[in-house]
């Protein structure tokens, strides 16, 4: 299909009583609730949110896609 790398992120940790700028990342990210995962094609600008968070999400890199 495409030769875009892709990454998944999973939710481990609440999200509550976090900054507002880190909750906004996961916002953007597309997380909400604990356990919930999502595939995301791996921008730059995708890698700015996840380093921001990275103590609160898993990350597997999942390459092509």
């Given at each position: 299909m495409s030769d875009t790398n892709r990454i998944r992120v999973t939710l481990v940790r609440s999200r509550h009583g976090r900054l507002a700028s880190h909750q906004a990342c996961l916002t953007g990210l597309g997380l909400k609730r604990i356990g919930q995962s999502r595939?995301?094609?791996d921008t730059a600008s995708v890698r700015g949110m996840v380093n921001k968070v990275r103590y609160l999400?898993?990350?597997e890199?999942?390459?092509n896609g």
């Open positions: 595939e995301l094609i999400i898993n990350v890199e999942l390459g």
